[in-house]
């Protein structure tokens, strides 16, 4: 795959540490028919070592950069509110849209993610429909697939 082919594909980086989860949201995304690529990464600071390509994701197109984060905030080493902030800190990292991905509705964790820079809060849908629907709208929000559909309106 050349750079321009690595920089024109709609890429979901997923932290999770939940693996019914992350097979859940690869069904789901599969099942959208998004042109995408989904990667998953189980917890902080495995993250943070692929956003900065470090150790094991030190190759650039094993760890391409994602056009979204997908972020659960309760994982371990390092949460996502961590994270988070790690991210919005770095120059290099903040401009990639993080949606926070929980099951908190904790009015409080919203406000905190908020205050931090995250760019959604979604609450982990409790049904597969739901599911793929939220996946549908998260796609048309920070895809170009969506950027080009939204021009068209």
Not at 75 to 104: C, F, H, N
Request: aromatic share 8%.
């Amino acid at each position: 795959m050349t750079e321009a082919e690595l920089t024109d594909c709609f890429r979901v980086l997923m932290a999770e540490d939940d693996p019914d989860d992350r097979f859940l949201m690869e069904q789901a995304f599969t099942e959208t028919g998004s042109r995408g690529e989904l990667h998953f990464v189980e917890d902080g600071e495995e993250l943070i070592d692929y956003l900065r390509r470090m150790g094991k994701y030190a190759d650039a197109l094993l760890s391409p950069r994602p056009s979204l984060i997908l972020l659960d905030l309760n994982m371990p080493k390092k949460d996502g509110r961590q994270a988070l902030i790690e991210i919005k800190a770095d120059p290099d990292l903040r401009g990639i849209p993080v949606a926070i991905w929980t099951t908190s509705e904790e009015v409080e964790d919203k406000i905190q993610c908020k205050e931090a820079g995250a760019d959604a809060y979604i609450t982990k849908p409790v049904s597969y429909t739901n599911l793929i629907e939220s996946i549908k709208k998260l796609v048309t929000r920070y895809s170009s697939e969506g950027y080009m559909a939204d021009a068209e309106k």
